[in-house]
């Protein structure tokens, strides 16, 4: 099975997300990467488990641009 280019497999034989944080949060995240664990060794769980977290962290960075965009009025 293919594994997807944002999971990648520790030492452990876990896997982890790796996610790149958009360049107008970094500052406000103080990071450039993500990584968080799966908590699993099956390559098909850690793809599930990956795709909540992206949705998970896509939401977070919506919230934090609307609560730091200047509003319009």
Do not use: N
């Not at 099975?1 to 876990?14: D, E, I, K, Q």
């Not at 500052?27 to 850690?46: N, S």
């Amino acid at each position: 099975m293919r594994v997807a280019h944002y999971l990648v497999r520790g030492t452990s034989g876990l896997f982890y997300v790796r996610l790149r944080v958009p360049k107008d949060l970094q500052d406000a995240l103080g990071t450039k990467l993500i990584k968080r664990a799966t908590g699993t060794r099956c390559a098909r769980a850690a793809l599930v488990c990956a795709l909540t977290l992206q949705a998970r962290y896509a939401r977070l960075f919506d919230a934090i641009r609307r609560a730091t965009s200047p509003r319009s009025q």
